[in-house]
């Protein structure tokens, strides 16, 4: 039986000694030198990352803020003239056409008078009740 190990001790010895002879194949100055270029490439981007993120900031501030404030101001005054054409050139609420096709009720809604939508609005729906 002691001559079945001896073998196999030499065969695991010699794998042992290949692997160490892979483990130091590599010169260390290469390691040396691809640190130092993975170094300096993560602060390119670092940098990079910087100046876009400073990019940005300056385009959320000094364009968007303004951009909107001018949009909201626009909004406002056509919200203003649509208004007053509406009282100026549109009938009373009363006075207006009802067509067959606008408020169809099959059965009362359950909330309030069960004659209006949740979206109803007094200043312009209107409904004219069976007379």
Not at 101 to 130: A, C, E, M, P
Request: aromatic share 12%; proline share 3%; charged share 30%.
């Amino acid at each position: 039986m002691s001559s079945l190990r001896v073998p196999s001790r030499i065969m695991l010895r010699q794998h042992r000694q290949a692997l160490i002879k892979r483990r130091y194949t590599s010169l260390e100055s290469t390691h040396k030198a691809d640190g130092s270029a993975f170094i300096k490439e993560r602060e390119a981007v670092k940098k990079h990352a910087a100046e876009s993120s400073d990019l940005w900031r300056k385009l959320s501030i000094y364009a968007t803020i303004p951009a909107l404030i001018i949009t909201g101001i626009n909004a406002y005054g056509l919200w203003n003239e649509h208004w007053e054409h509406w009282e100026h050139h549109m009938p009373p609420l009363e006075e207006r056409v009802e067509y067959a096709y606008q408020n169809i009720r099959s059965k009362n809604f359950f909330w309030g008078d069960g004659d209006k939508t949740l979206f109803w609005n007094d200043k312009v729906n209107y409904h004219k009740h069976d007379e």
